[in-house]
């Protein structure tokens, strides 16, 4: 009797090298995620990345260099003539650019002037704030003139030199505004509070430019009296506060400091 043969199984599934192969992948992929998992991250430099990719604004201001693979295809919105920018007009994007830069340039001033005068103890004589104008000197009545009087004193001369050496390195435009109390003024030579502002600007403004020879047309100046106080005029020291010269270094992109 002949003797059946065994037939051999034939092996189904993937060959055995598959195998291998994939645990290598898999433990590659692994190191990868615990390199990831034990590196750190800049949140302040991710946060500002996702901002600009969140904010349309930058794309939609800056048209992209790449041409659209389809450029007959418009979505269904832009066929309705609805659009997602969030600006109806590109120049609201860029007046929001320059705006940010305004800030930027402002920023960097006041920082200058506050280095300024911290290095040559002013502090306690000239303050300094910013507003949407530029950044404003403040100098008290007491320390340029006397009472009712617009001559400026020797004893002030030495702060104005101060602020002409901050304005020596300064190119912005420069508006100077008088300001007093409440207190009414009448002579000869200053009818009323108005001519004895605007000649305490006129001058400050004349000083700085017989000193250090400024352009003349980088200055204007204002005579605002009493109608602009900085706290109510309803004592002796609040009336001494409002009695000041303002020297205000101009925002380029203001209005006024092409005026």
Do not use: C
Not at 15 to 43: A, C, E, G, H, R
């Amino acid at each position: 009797m002949r003797r059946r043969g065994i037939k051999k199984r034939q092996s189904s599934g993937a060959p055995k090298w598959m195998v291998t192969y994939s645990d290598m992948v898999t433990l590659i992929l692994v190191f990868f995620i615990l390199l990831f998992s034990m590196s750190q991250i800049d949140l302040v430099k991710f946060e500002a990345v996702s901002e600009s990719f969140r904010n349309r604004m930058i794309f939609d201001f800056f048209p992209s260099p790449v041409p659209m693979e389809n450029p007959t295809e418009n979505p269904k919105h832009m066929e309705s003539g609805k659009t997602t920018n969030e600006f109806k007009d590109p120049t609201d994007a860029k007046k929001l650019f320059e705006q940010g830069n305004a800030d930027d340039r402002l920023n960097a001033l006041m920082q200058d002037v506050e280095d300024y005068l911290d290095e040559h103890e002013l502090n306690n004589v000239i303050s300094a704030s910013r507003s949407e104008r530029g950044v404003v000197l403040v100098l008290q009545e007491l320390i340029l003139f006397n009472p009712g009087e617009a001559v400026v004193l020797p004893s002030g001369e030495p702060f104005l030199n101060k602020i002409g050496e901050l304005l020596k390195n300064i190119p912005n435009e420069v508006k100077v505004e008088g300001h007093t109390d409440t207190h009414p003024m009448s002579s000869f030579r200053y009818p009323s509070n108005w001519e004895l502002s605007g000649a305490r600007a006129s001058s400050v403004i004349r000083y700085l430019i017989n000193e250090y020879e400024f352009d003349q047309s980088r200055f204007s100046l204002a005579g605002f009296g009493e109608t602009r106080p900085l706290v109510p005029n309803d004592t002796p020291e609040n009336m001494k506060k409002n009695r000041r010269v303002e020297i205000v270094i101009m925002d380029v992109n203001n209005p006024e400091s092409s005026m």
